[in-house]
């Protein structure tokens, strides 16, 4: 079974960092998926933050509200997919999750505060 576990959220000041990671289990290769992150704040609709496919020369997509700020990069020997957050806003505040092939992981809270 596919399970995928995120870590890494947390409460930052605007402006700050945070590195995700979501590390997926239960194949023993999953260089040929597709890895993205998406993310929900409280009372609204999940929404697409950031993919990456598979290859030497992966293609990488961001939402537009994302661009500049995030980056996407995926570990093939470590089955992991990351998400480096810069500049962070206070609407960046969300729980963030991971989705490989058709699982989702249970998200992690990232919260933008001062």
């Known amino acids: 079974q596919i399970q995928l576990m995120e870590s890494g959220g947390g409460v930052v000041e605007p402006g700050g960092s945070l590195k995700l990671s979501c590390v997926a289990s239960?194949?023993?290769?999953?260089?040929?998926?597709?890895m993205a992150w998406f993310r929900q704040a409280p009372g609204k609709e999940r929404e697409f933050v950031a993919f990456?496919?598979?290859?030497?020369?992966?293609?990488?997509n961001y939402a537009d509200a994302v661009k500049g700020r995030f980056t996407i990069a995926r570990d093939n020997a470590k089955n992991t997919v990351y998400l480096q957050m810069t500049s962070l806003k206070p609407e960046d505040t969300a729980v963030y999750l991971c989705?490989?092939?058709?699982?989702w992981g249970q998200g992690t809270q990232v919260t933008v505060s001062a």
């Open positions: 239960g194949r023993a290769d999953f260089s040929s998926y597709t």
């Open positions: 989705h490989i092939g058709d699982h």
């Open positions: 990456i496919n598979w290859g030497h020369n992966p293609l990488i």
